[in-house]
């Protein structure tokens, strides 16, 4: 994939798994139980998007979650600003916790409960990703107000992208979204093929 890790990241990534296992236990964060499915499935599979990501680029991941792909990538890109918007309140109060367990700089968590925690984030960012938010144009009508004239929606979808693509473009162009790129993905040892893609604001 093209990426290298200092001893210094594998422990946090150990670390983050350590959470996972841990917080797992207590609320609803993932369906996966093994930690080699997590390694390559969560891991490896947000880690895909580093390469479209520019030197010191603001960052969003809306609809984090158990923090994917947003932590992995500030793991991996410490120049990275991150911001974790959430609207689950204890998945929010899991990621705090990572960003304390791992000492994460750079990196804001919020909460979009009742509608707060946004009001300032207007247009500011360079990308804003997701890579379970749902269909492609739920995901544009959520993101485009985060992002700045230029900025790119980064979607990660499954094989179904590229056809889900497709069908969704016209509206897309019509909510001001032009197709950058998309790529094809093969996450390392399993056949799984992911699509990333790019929609740049007008």
Same mark, same amino acid.
């Given at each position: 994939m093209g990426v290298s890790l200092s001893s210094e990241q594998v422990k946090c990534?150990?670390?983050?798994?350590?959470?996972?296992?841990?917080?797992?236990?207590?609320i609803n964060l993932s369906s996966r139980k093994e930690e080699r499915e997590i390694i390559i499935k969560d891991f490896l599979d947000s880690l895909t998007i580093i390469?479209?990501?520019?030197?010191?680029?603001?960052?969003?991941d809306i609809g984090a979650g158990a923090g994917f792909p947003g932590v992995p990538v500030k793991i991996v890109r410490s120049d990275l600003t991150l911001l974790l918007l959430e609207a689950t309140r204890k998945?929010?109060?899991? %990621?705090?916790?990572?960003q304390r367990v791992l000492a994460l700089k750079g990196m804001e968590? &919020?909460?979009t409960?009742?509608?707060?925690?946004i009001e300032d984030l207007s247009g500011i960012f360079d990308f804003v990703a997701s890579r379970a938010f749902g269909r492609l144009v739920k995901f544009a009508e959520a993101g485009i107000p985060f992002l700045k004239k230029g900025g790119i929606l980064l979607a990660m979808k499954g094989k179904r992208g590229r056809e889900e693509l497709e069908e969704s473009l016209f509206q897309l162009e019509g909510m001001?979204?032009? %197709?950058?790129?998309?790529e094809e993905v093969q996450?390392?040892?399993?056949?799984?093929? &992911?699509i990333l893609i790019g929609l740049k604001k007008d």
């Open positions: 990534f150990g670390l983050y798994l350590r959470e996972l296992d841990e917080w797992r236990r207590r390469k479209h990501l520019p030197l010191n680029a603001s960052f969003m998945k929010v109060f899991f %990621l705090k916790d990572v968590v &919020r909460w409960g009742e509608g707060r925690g001001g979204l032009k %197709l950058f790129f998309q996450l390392p040892y399993l056949s799984h093929q &992911r």
